[in-house]
């Protein structure tokens, strides 16, 4: 587990919060909660003098992605008295104090309240959340203290980018100081709370105090940073007159959790065959609030609901010829596309009603998704526009791509909002700007994109396109505007549905082979995993809240799951 201490809240729109102080607890207050915060920090102890990295993120609890432009303030207060507080805009819907340079120590235990005041004007939210959080005492988060311990225990752990050092004191004898070299590289940084620093040369600091000395069952925490984590350390303590009355050697053991390697996991595959083994299934989307797995069905004008807990299926149908594409919005409504009677719709299974709608172009509709604020966009392949439908107003917008026939195949609600679409004729990546309507399109310098059928974002911000008549799944910056192409294993893949997991690696299907792909972004690393019964044509996948990837099986009227656990240790 990585060592990230997490607490989710659920907000409501009176603003009452439910607090849950377990990292793995996740709980909504009633069916009307609008807005998920989930805070996280590291190191996932909490503790006097120690910089700790907050990780705020705002969150859709339906659909569970980041909510994009949200104005924060962050207040940390200590019996109703105001520690530190902190503000910003987030364009993305995630703040990471680390990142943004923004820098916070705890300068005492004790118990802390801390109030997150968010707003997102776009979409009407305005919520506070007030809640708990426990500081431990220096000592307890560095080492386990050994039962027969020396006059000066000293300790080290290694985290991500710092060193820290505890030093307790057992003896009546005070420490006054505290002298720390390197065997091997230089000491860029050196901090004790309240103590002076002294640099004797560049491996060399001594720490010093007049007033404030280790007495008897105290200790005080050490952070450091140098260039060569590898480094072991000399120390000795000093007492008042400077004299040397301990001395000793340290060697750092790390305990940062690093990324695990593909062939560090495990994958798990489980089948689940359609009730009507005449069905299509198609395009699979993970619903949050319901816990189900949605699944077109391109066989007839229906849906199917999987459901996580019972695994059973149950089927909703709806005017038309069939189903290829579905999107949830915030409100719920399963929509859809149509292909063949080339409608649209959405469903609202509670009420089992649906609507449907003729857009306002006969075309292939081909791609469907929903922005920030309901609306719904499509992709009309054959006649190369962009539709957008306002369901309030029932208006629709017709957006032109610049390259004529340039079939767009494939479309992305960005964080900021921005649609972003694939074209697999013209081999581009495009961006639509909603509000002004203009449209920019980029490729690569080398080569352009070769039939770009799918698209995601990852959790850094990035691209991801699968080029389906290319050997190439593609990472494009949207910052820099540069493009990097990872090879798929297999000449035959046809790359196609995409997802991120937890781990930061990128799944895809492989349209006409019996194998889904994982592709570590880090390593270039790419694994095939095995579905058991031949041929089924997997074409998009989707994420579960548990972090399992799913997976239709259209030529064998099947579903999978793929379980992704660590190995253990060896």
Excluded: C
């Excluded at 503000?87 to 235990?109: C, L, P, Q, R, Y």
């Excluded at 069939?322 to 063949?340: E, G, M, N, P």
């Excluded at 449209?439 to 990035?462: C, H, M, T, W």
């Excluded at 990128?506 to 994982?518: F, K, M, N, S």
């Amino acid at each position: 587990m990585y060592l990230l201490r997490t607490i989710i809240l659920i907000i409501a729109a009176s603003g009452i919060v439910l607090f849950m102080n377990d990292s793995n607890a996740e709980q909504t207050l009633s069916k009307e909660g609008k807005f998920t915060i989930e805070l996280s920090w590291e190191p996932s102890s909490l503790e006097p003098g120690i910089p700790i990295n907050f990780i705020i993120r705002f969150k859709d609890p339906n659909s569970d992605t980041l909510i994009p432009h949200v104005d924060w303030t962050m207040t940390i207060k200590n019996e109703g008295n105001t520690v530190a507080e902190f503000s910003d805009h987030t364009m993305f819907g995630i703040v990471d104090f680390k990142n943004e340079e923004k820098s916070f120590a705890f300068d005492e235990t004790g118990n802390f309240e801390i109030l997150i005041e968010a707003e997102q004007t776009e979409i009407g939210l305005k919520e506070d959340a007030m809640f708990n959080v426990s500081v431990v005492p220096e000592s307890s988060a560095v080492t386990e203290i050994p039962k027969n311990q020396p006059d000066i225990f000293v300790a080290i752990k290694q985290k991500k980018k710092i060193t820290l050092i505890a030093v307790k004191n057992n003896a009546e004898e005070q420490i006054f100081g505290f002298m720390i070299k390197t065997v091997e590289g230089d000491i860029k940084f050196i901090k004790a709370r309240s103590w002076d620093r002294d640099r004797i040369d560049h491996s060399t600091v001594m720490l010093k105090t007049n007033d404030e000395p280790i007495t008897k069952g105290r200790s005080i925490i050490i952070i450091l940073i140098t260039d060569n984590r590898n480094t072991s350390y000399q120390w000795s303590a000093f007492d008042k007159n400077n004299n040397e009355i301990a001395k000793g050697n340290l060697v750092a053991k790390s305990d940062v959790r690093i990324k695990p390697r593909l062939d560090e996991l495990n994958f798990t595959i489980n089948e689940y065959p359609m009730p009507d083994n005449a069905s299509y299934p198609l395009f699979p989307v993970y619903d949050k609030k319901r816990n189900v797995i949605w699944i077109s069905d391109i066989s007839k004008p229906r849906l199917w609901a999987f459901n996580l807990e019972t695994k059973e299926f149950k089927v909703f149908e709806h005017e038309g010829e069939a189903t290829s594409k579905i999107a949830l919005d915030s409100k719920q409504r399963v929509w859809f596309i149509d292909s063949r009677s080339k409608s649209f719709g959405y469903m609202e299974p509670e009420k089992s009603s649906t609507k449907t709608f003729k857009p306002p172009i006969d075309g292939f509709l081909i791609a469907i998704t929903i922005d920030l604020k309901d609306n719904v966009w499509m992709a009309i392949l054959d006649k190369s526009k962009i539709v957008s439908f306002n369901p309030q107003t029932e208006q629709f917008q017709v957006f032109e791509s610049t390259t004529k026939e340039s079939l767009p195949s494939a479309l992305l609600i960005d964080r900021s909002g921005q649609v972003w679409f694939t074209e697999a004729r013209a081999g581009k990546l495009g961006k639509l700007d909603p509000a002004s309507g203009t449209i920019a399109e980029y490729q690569p310098l080398d080569a352009k994109l070769v039939a770009p059928s799918s698209i995601i974002q990852d959790s850094n911000g990035n691209i991801w396109i699968g080029e389906h008549g290319g050997l190439n799944v593609t990472r494009f910056d949207p910052e820099t505007l540069t493009f990097e192409r990872f090879s798929v294993p297999n000449k035959d893949a046809l790359v196609l549905g995409m997802v991120e997991d937890r781990h930061g690696n990128i799944w895809y299907a492989q349209h006409v082979t019996d194998y889904i792909a994982v592709l570590d972004p880090k390593t270039g690393e790419t694994k095939e995993i095995h579905v058991p019964t031949g041929g089924p044509s997997v074409q998009w996948l989707t994420i579960d809240g548990q972090g399992s990837i799913w997976f239709t099986e259209p030529n064998n009227a099947k579903i999978g799951s793929i379980t992704i656990t660590e190995a253990p240790a060896k």
